[in-house]
Structures are given as C-alpha cells and as structure tokens.
C-alpha cells in the first residue's frame, strides 16, 4: 500500500495557522467559551507571560516558571478553556510596555483576583494601593496595613506566590533591614525592577 504524504498534498504554513488560530480565538469569544486567555511579552526581566479572565487579570508569569506548567496550572485551577488569545490583553501588554519604559507609574487594568484568598488577598489588595512607585516598605510594615502585625512570615509568603506580580508590585517589599528578600522572578529580576522605578 502506498503512503500519501498529506502535507504535500495540502501545504501548510505559518501565515495559515496563525490565521486559523485567529479565527479559533475570535470563535471562542464570539461563543463565549474562552475562560482564559493568555499571550507573552517581552520585558527587561525576559518573557512574560500574562493571563485574563472576562474579569480581569488573573497571571503573570515569569519565564523561570515555566510556560506549560502556569498554563497547566490555570487550567486546573481555574478552567480547561484556555487560549493563546492576544488581542483580549493589548490593554494590559500596552500598560507593561509603558511601565518598562518609564512612561507608567501606576496600573489601571481590571484584576482577577480568584488565585489568592483570605489574608493572602487583604495582603495583595493593600500591596496594589499602598505602595507607590519608587519606594520600598518593610514585610512588617505591610503586615501592619494588612491589620496583623504579627504575620511578617504569612506577608513574605503572600508576596513569594503573588499571582500578578509586577502589577501588583511585590517586589517594592523589602526586609526590615533594607535586604530584598525573595522574589517569585528572583533576585535579578527584583532589583531590575527596583532600579526601574529608582527605589533606594
């Protein structure tokens, strides 16, 4: 019997299947059967990958991560119903380029904020409004805004896992003694971004 090579027969190329991806993601739209959409970008920090819901942001991710790992997680902790789908984030990739060039001191795109509960939450919540741009606070410090001043090592938790890093700006916490600390994009990644904003 004789093979038919079937890619010889019907030619594919990049240009057709980034076009069927197109119509396959304006499809689940239209349809309203994408939970989760997702692309990258490219940063001073590498590759980020960036993830939302019809709600809002939900996922930044840092290369280190792992591509299929992060999407594997959302799946499993959200919805089956992910897709490389571009367009739904222009408006938080816009922002991002604005912020590593300078031009963006603050954030303004919807957040999801389903990854993180409790006192996890309350800390996220009080890290997105309390600690601006170019300046540094204390896990101390963000235990006290969070209303348990007790829960140093509950806060350094809460910003090793945070879900939306950079947007939500855990790398501006810091150690009582001025150290950084750990950072879910690691070290380099949490200077380079103290550096961009000029904190001390």
Not at 74 to 89: E, K, M, Q, T
Not at 150 to 167: L, Q, W
């Amino acid at each position: 019997m004789t093979s038919i090579d079937l890619a010889a027969l019907y030619p594919v190329d990049d240009a057709d299947i980034a076009r069927l991806h197109t119509r396959l993601a304006t499809a689940a739209e239209h349809d309203d059967v994408l939970d989760v959409a997702y692309r990258t970008v490219d940063s001073p920090v590498g590759s980020l990958l960036i993830a939302a819901t019809p709600i809002g942001l939900v996922r930044v991710a840092f290369d280190s991560e792992g591509n299929d790992a992060v999407l594997q997680s959302l799946s499993d902790r959200i919805s089956s119903r992910v897709l490389n789908a571009p367009a739904r984030l222009d408006a938080v990739a816009s922002q991002l380029d604005e912020y590593f060039s300078g031009r963006r001191h603050r954030f303004d795109v919807p957040l999801d904020w389903q990854l993180s509960k409790g006192f996890r939450r309350t800390v996220l919540e009080h890290l997105a409004t309390d600690i601006g741009y170019g300046t540094t606070a204390s896990y101390g410090t963000l235990a006290r805004l969070s209303g348990s001043p007790k829960a140093v090592r509950a806060v350094g938790t809460t910003c090793a896992t945070n879900p939306i890093p950079v947007v939500v700006p855990c790398h501006r916490v810091v150690r009582a003694d001025g150290t950084m600390g750990q950072y879910r994009g690691g070290p380099v990644a949490k200077r380079t971004l103290l550096d961009l904003e000029g904190a001390q």
